[in-house]
Each structure stands twice: as structure tokens, then as C-alpha cells.
């Protein structure tokens, strides 16, 4: 290869080429605004909280926003459970708006009677009132209410077995 010989004729049409290319990237370059977030996380106490009663269950549970209980019954003997489950208003003012809703059920052909019944106390010390009875064996129940900070809402529950053995389960669920 001699380095002598430049062809001039070329390298003028690759000089040409590369500052079309340069021109052409150069009108097509996109042209960016920046905006920004300034945002920030900030992690607290739960606002409502469950609380065991002094009937739950003995391997009965809580783990952040879920109670597990494990309701033991005989068939045909009807039992309550009156001091089970506790959900409270943990927040420092004002008031909480919460639905029940009933995400899975228990069959009704398996118990004669699996209720839940709910009941609020307005004062404290105070009596408990009577606010709604929840259907365990009804998939569609729901029940929306309004909790002030400090107080609570009793869960109650009644059942009576139809089955003579085994397991059913329901889910729950508490939205505020």
C-alpha cells in the first residue's frame, strides 16, 4: 500500500459524506426537558390493630394486619366466643372508615349456625353495642363502618357443627 497516492477525489466525497451524516444526526437529535419528583416514604404505626381477646383461641395469632384463629367445636354443641377478637383504632384523632368483606366462606351444610357477630364501644369504660351479624357461611356479606380513634370493635363468634370431623376455613377481609 503506498501512502503516497491519496486519492483526493475520494477522500473529498468521504469527507462530503461523513459531514451529511453529522448534519443529518444532528438536526434529528432529540432535545430532553428534565422535570423531578422529590418524594420521600414515611413509615408508621398501623393505624387500626387487631387485638386477641381473652377467649381466642389458645394458637391464636397475630402477624401485622392479620389475626389467624382457629375456632375448635364439637358437632351438634353449640358455642360462643365472646371475647375473641378485637380490632381498635389506633390512630391519635378522628375517625376510620372500614368494610368487612367476606372473601371465602365455610359451607352452610357444614353448620347449623357460623356467625360473627360485631359490636362497638363508643366509651370507656362502657357498654358494648350491637352493630351488625356477620354470615360465615354467606360469600357476599359485607358490613361498612366508622371506627373514632381510641375505640374499639368487638368480634364475636358463634358456631354450631353440622359435621362431625374436620377442618373449613373462611377468609375475612377488614379495608380501611
Known amino acids: 500500500m503506498n501512502l503516497g497516492k491519496i486519492n483526493h477525489k475520494k477522500s473529498l466525497k468521504l469527507v462530503v459524506l461523513m459531514l451529511g451524516w453529522l448534519l443529518i444526526a444532528t438536526a434529528s437529535a432529540t432535545v430532553y426537558r428534565y422535570m423531578y419528583i422529590d418524594g420521600s416514604i414515611t413509615v408508621g404505626g398501623a393505624e387500626m390493630v387487631w387485638i386477641l381477646g381473652d377467649d381466642a383461641p389458645g394458637d391464636a395469632s ?60 363508643y366509651t370507656t369504660p ?24 381510641g375505640n374499639y370493635t368487638r368480634m364475636t363468634f358463634e358456631v354450631n357443627a353440622t359435621i362431625a370431623t374436620g377442618s373449613r376455613s373462611f377468609d375475612i377481609q377488614v379495608e380501611y
Open 62 to 121: 397475630i402477624a401485622g394486619s392479620t389475626a389467624t384463629i382457629d375456632l375448635d367445636v364439637e358437632q351438634g354443641t353449640p358455642i360462643n366466643f365472646t371475647e375473641c377478637l378485637y380490632l381498635k383504632n389506633n390512630g391519635t384523632s378522628g375517625s376510620v372508615n372500614y368494610n368487612i368483606t367476606m372473601t371465602s366462606a365455610v359451607s352452610s351444610g357444614d353448620f347449623e349456625r357460623a356467625k360473627m357477630h360485631i359490636y362497638e364501644n
Open 126 to 149: 362502657g357498654s358494648w353495642i350491637f352493630l351488625n351479624t356477620f354470615d360465615l357461611t354467606d360469600s357476599t356479606d359485607y358490613y361498612a363502618g366508622s371506627l373514632s380513634w
